[in-house]
C-alpha cells in the first residue's frame, strides 16, 4: 500500500517540520488521537523519532477483542538524508497484538516543492484472521497517514 504527496514546500521545510518532536505530538492529538509523546535522537546525517500514541479507532468485534478499545503504539521513525532529499523508515507496533507496520518512505524535491512517498507493510502472524486483519489496517493506516499529511500540508502553508 503506497500514500504519496506533493507539499508546495521544499524538502527542507518539511522535512524539518516532520522531524521536530513537538510537531509529531500537535499532529497526533489534531487528528484525533488521545495521547502522545515523543521524543527524537540526532546524529551526523539522521533523525531517530520514538512516539508513543494512545488512539481510539472504531473497529470490527473481532479486532476489539484482539487490540481493545483503545489502541498503544510505539512508532520508530528514522529520517536520513539522501543526496538532495531523505528517506527513510518506520515500524508501529500495538501493545496488545503481535501486529507490526513497517513504512519505506522518501522525500525528494519535485518542481518547486516536495514530493513525500510513503509504502506501507503488514506483518500480521495470526492464523486464519491475518487477511481479514490486514484489510482493515490498509483502510485505517491509509486514513491515518492521508490525515497525518493534510494537518503537515496546513501547518507548512
Same mark, same amino acid.
Given at each position: +500500500? @503506497?500514500?504519496?504527496?506533493?507539499? =508546495?514546500?521544499?524538502?527542507?521545510? %518539511? @522535512?524539518?517540520? +516532520?522531524?521536530?518532536? /513537538?510537531?509529531?505530538?500537535? !499532529?497526533?492529538? *489534531? ?10 535522537? =540526532?546524529? /551526523? ?9 494512545? *488512539?481510539?479507532?472504531? &473497529?470490527?468485534?473481532? &479486532?476489539?477483542? &484482539? %487490540? ?33 507496520? =513497517?513504512?519505506?518512505?522518501?522525500? @525528494? ?11 506501507? !507493510? ?7 484472521? *491475518?487477511? !481479514? ?5 490498509? !483502510?485505517?493506516?491509509? *486514513? ?11 501547518? &507548512?502553508?
Amino acid at each position: +500500500m @503506497a500514500v504519496n504527496r506533493r507539499f =508546495e514546500a521544499d524538502v527542507d521545510s %518539511v @522535512a524539518t517540520l +516532520m522531524t521536530d518532536p /513537538d510537531f509529531i505530538v500537535d !499532529r497526533c492529538l *489534531a487528528i484525533g488521537e488521545l495521547s502522545a509523546e515523543c521524543h527524537a535522537e =540526532e546524529d /551526523d546525517d539522521s533523525v531517530t523519532l520514538h512516539s508513543t500514541r494512545v *488512539a481510539h479507532q472504531d &473497529l470490527p468485534g473481532f &479486532l476489539t477483542k &484482539l %487490540v481493545g478499545e483503545e489502541q498503544t503504539v510505539t512508532v520508530h521513525e528514522t529520517w536520513h538524508s539522501a543526496g538532495d532529499g531523505h528517506s527513510g523508515r518506520y515500524t508501529v507496533r500495538t501493545a496488545r497484538a503481535p501486529i507490526e507496520i =513497517e513504512g519505506l518512505f522518501t522525500l @525528494a524535491p519535485d518542481g518547486s516543492g516536495s514530493l513525500y512517498k510513503v509504502e506501507h !507493510r503488514f506483518h500480521v502472524p495470526i492464523p486464519l484472521i *491475518a487477511g !481479514r486483519i490486514e484489510k482493515v489496517l490498509r !483502510r485505517q493506516i491509509t *486514513a491515518t497517514v492521508e490525515a497525518e499529511l493534510d494537518y503537515a500540508a496546513e501547518r &507548512l502553508g
